[in-house]
């Protein structure tokens, strides 16, 4: 410390100084300036804190001060409060020493000496319902004394406005009369009045001055109450957020007795960090024990725009009329220019639609334990862990893959946009509507077999049609194409990497996004966030997105960046909270979106820029002017009984309905799939162990035929050397180990594609699987001879 000695206190000085607070295990001492006034010790982070935030206070009056060694001290009232403070000297712990013991000494006089009933109570926070009472007691006595006061001051109102009338009076008759011998009477009257009106004067500027006097005496320990409330206030909401902790890490210790010790999961509730150890509960902000200042800062704020442009049309916004719009009323693309756009389909000669269902058989409640099959599969990649249906729902990955369709009209009011930007913020809320249907969603999809295909059919009702094949089966990866008559198509190829930590589960999605518009070609991308299963061992599994998204227009150059924001118990922010800003091939921004991505997106237009000052960790954030926020998107409600039926939506309760008519790869035909939604779990979990024997032993024909293509005479590879490959798996063998050797070579089987190619897209410049057609003129033709028998 370089500050100055100051010299040793007088009492009713002010003393102030930097010292040493023990804050936790975590953060240990943290320095912080400590001023001593008036019988009572504050301190604050800085010296600029003081003027408006305090970060606790403690009365000397009912303080216990004692010296722990040359540097240490401990300042308590009791067990409410307790500062363990360090100085840098042993001169310097002596100087505060000596200023909190005269402190406190005068503390205590005052406090004795005082006339006042409510000095009786101390101004500390009471720790009983007695205080309380006795806050209670001196509110009442006050309100008694200020009333009467205010009865003085009435009487005396009326007294002087009684005896003002009469010397009125008598003054209006003195200059009435002549002179003569009633003369020295009415004088003598006027004399009377003139005194007694000076009498009552003097008592109601008494009875003022007294009514200051004890309003001004007051005040000041009203505003003390006041402040204790506060603090007393904090105190009880950073202990509601302790108490949220220790339930939490209890229910754990509870459930799981042995999974982790409290030490490992909380430090900040050990030994000396809990209620008995050093530091209080109202000791530091809430970044002390929730780390909230580990949290990534917003990138930028937005404001209500000047209301001049709310009024001014678009002709007049230079810049802005050709791509955002005429005014603010344009930019509601729904109402108004695609409800007016002569392009838009008209009604069509009705047809007859066949009815979905809209109910599956309710989940049977079977209990497995999980720790059972996890505990020997940290850190190993989940794909290669055979789980029974008990942790799944009764859909394939490709069903899943497809329910991204969920929310096509988004990509259908998106192919009417007349500009990029509007198109872009279209394209940004179905990216983020995928994930609406993940919340409830905590089983797992059967991981589809190699050549499984799933199609979803929707031409007639909503004018679209998807396809999707699993086209590799470790890495598990899956191609889907989807085109509709509005003049869109989508597709895609995601490869799944997740990893088992313990604690949580993380899914990886490996691939890209692309959607195409034929009316304006242009070429959008985007890749998937990370998804996060928690409390896998103990406690209620549930489901997080984060991460970050770029959505890029390849023919314009525009771009959206959208933000997953990770969810925080403790945090003051929105949960699952979804922000994005939309900027053209500049780096200008246009519009804004902000929401979450299991509820809606509304999105903005940007009327106006600038720098805002710097945020946390130094970052300076972009400040935009925006008009006011619309919705665009609203997630649809679960049907009723959702929470019986797996949670699925409208859309997945129909996906694994029979239909005639589908490729036998469907996965609607899967045994396995059908048994476990039908409830005969048990059933299933045996269809499931031979569908995939019966997937590693044509694996191994496959592997075999190559092989033998490939050798030359002088190195051909007898059957005899095959079958005793490390590649063979005994039948019935289902162990981790097995799988992943017989699963390694899953990419080298040379299989091949039914209805997709790999091609090199030369707009993105990625290589993923692309739609190379025949899949729907089969249907039609009823030919399903390429089809192999993988069920």
């Known amino acids: 410390m370089s500050e100055s000695k100051p010299p040793t206190p007088t009492p009713g000085d002010t003393y102030k100084g930097w010292l040493f607070k023990w804050t936790n295990y975590i953060k240990g001492y943290q320095r912080r300036w400590f001023v001593l006034s008036n019988g009572l010790l504050s301190y604050y982070r800085t010296q600029a804190e003081m003027g408006h935030t305090c970060r606790g206070t403690i009365n000397l009056a009912t303080a216990n001060i004692a010296v722990e060694d040359s540097c240490n001290f401990v300042i308590s009232n ?8 360090k100085a840098n000297s042993e001169v310097e712990r002596q100087r505060w020493i000596t200023a909190l013991e005269l402190a406190k000494a005068k503390a205590v006089d005052m406090q004795a000496n005082s006339d006042d009933s409510g000095d009786e109570c101390p101004a500390v926070p009471p720790t009983s319902g007695q205080g309380g009472g006795c806050r209670n007691s001196e509110v009442q006595s006050t309100l008694r004394t200020l009333n009467s006061k205010v009865e003085d001051l009435t009487t005396c109102n009326d007294l002087i406005v009684k005896h003002g009338s009469a010397l009125q009076r ?19 009257q006027v004399t009377e009045r003139a005194t007694l009106f000076r009498i009552t004067s003097n008592a109601m500027i008494n009875a003022c001055r007294d009514f200051l006097s004890l309003a001004q005496t007051h005040s000041k320990r009203w505003q003390k109450a006041l402040q204790v409330e506060r603090d007393q206030r904090i105190r009880l909401e950073e202990t509601l957020e302790q108490l949220a902790k220790q339930h939490n890490h209890l ?13 490992f999961s909380n430090p900040a509730l050990g030994s000396k960090g809990g209620a008995s150890g050093k ?63 002569p ?47 008990n942790f799944n729902e009764p859909l394939s990955m490709l069903q899943r893959l497809s329910e991204d369709l969920e929310y096509y009209e988004l990509l259908d009011k998106a192919a009417k946009c007349q500009s990029s930007l509007e198109q872009m913020c279209y394209v940004a809320a ?27 059919d929707r031409l007639r009702e909503c004018g679209y049609r998807s396809l999707c094949e699993q086209v590799s089966h470790h890495p598990p990866a899956a191609a889907h194409h989807a085109f509709s008559e509005k003049g869109w198509s ?122 805002g000052e710097n945020g946390t960790e130094g970052k300076q954030r972009t400040v935009y002017q925006t008009l ?8 649809n409600p679960l049907p009723e009984g959702a929470d019986n039926m797996y949670f699925f939506s409208s859309l997945a309760l129909t996906l694994n309905e029979p239909e005639d008519g589908v490729a036998p790869t469907d996965s609607r035909r899967r045994p396995d799939q059908r048994l476990m939604e039908d409830g005969r779990w048990d059933e299933a979990n045996a269809e499931k162990q031979r569908l995939e024997e019966k997937q590693r032993t044509t694996r191994r024909e496959r592997e075999r035929e190559a092989v033998k293509a490939a050798s030359s005479p002088e190195e051909a590879v007898t059957e005899d050397s095959i079958n005793d490959s490390p590649l063979k798996t005994e039948a019935g063998e289902t162990g981790t180990e097995a799988s992943e050797v017989s699963d390694e070579s899953a990419h080298q089987d040379n299989y091949q594609a039914l209805w997709f190619e790999k091609l090199d897209d030369p707009v993105s410049g990625e290589v993923l699987h692309v739609y190379k057609g025949g899949y729907w003129e089969a249907k039609d033709q009823g030919s399903w001879d390429i089809c192999p028998d993988i069920f």
């Open 279 to 341: 530091g209080d509960a109202s000791d530091e902000d809430d970044d002390n024990e929730f780390f909230d200042a580990m949290e990534d800062p917003a990138e930028f704020i937005t404001v209500p725009a000047d209301p001049k442009y709310h009024k001014r049309s678009g002709s007049n916004v230079s810049g802005l009329s050709s791509e955002i719009g005429m005014d603010d009323q344009s930019v509601n693309f729904d109402e108004l220019s695609l409800a007016s756009n």
């Open 251 to 263: 229910e754990r210790a509870f459930r799981g007795a042995t999974v982790l010790p409290s030490s």
């Open 170 to 188: 008598s003054l209006s008759e003195l200059e009435a009369i002549r002179v003569g011998g009633d003369m020295g009477e009415k004088i003598r």
């Open 78 to 85: 009791g067990g409410a409060q307790t500062y363990h403070l």
């Open 490 to 611: 989508l597709r895609q190829e995601i490869t799944l990497a997740s990893k088992f930590r313990g604690k949580y589960l993380s899914i990886m999605p490996l691939g890209s996004i692309q959607c195409l518009f034929d009316k304006s070609n242009n070429h959008y991308s985007w890749k998937k966030v990370t998804t996060t299963v928690h409390n896998i061992i103990v406690g209620k599994l549930w489901i997080d997105q984060s991460g970050e998204i770029d959505v890029v227009n390849h023919r314009t150059g525009d771009r959206c960046h959208l933000k997953f924001a990770p969810y925080s118990y403790f945090s003051r922010d929105v949960p699952r909270k979804v922000t994005g800003v939309v900027t053209d091939k500049e780096g200008k921004a246009h519009y804004v979106l902000s929401g979450t991505w299991d509820e809606k997106m509304e999105f903005s237009r940007v009327m106006q820029s600038s720098k």
């Open 343 to 389: 392009e838009s389909p008209q009604p069509l000669e009705l047809e007859p639609v066949r009815q979905r269902r809209t109910r599956i058989p309710d989940k049977p409640n079977y209990y497995l334990n999980l720790w059972s099959i996890m505990k020997n599969c940290i850190g190993k990649e989940l794909s290669k862990i055979p789980m029974p249906v």
């Open 628 to 635: 006011k926020a619309k919705e665009i998107w609203t997630k």
């Open 430 to 456: 179905f990216t983020v509507s995928s994930y609406s249907t993940t919340v409830h969603r905590t089983g797992k999809p059967f991981n589809p077999l190699l050549g499984e295909t799933f199609e979803l």
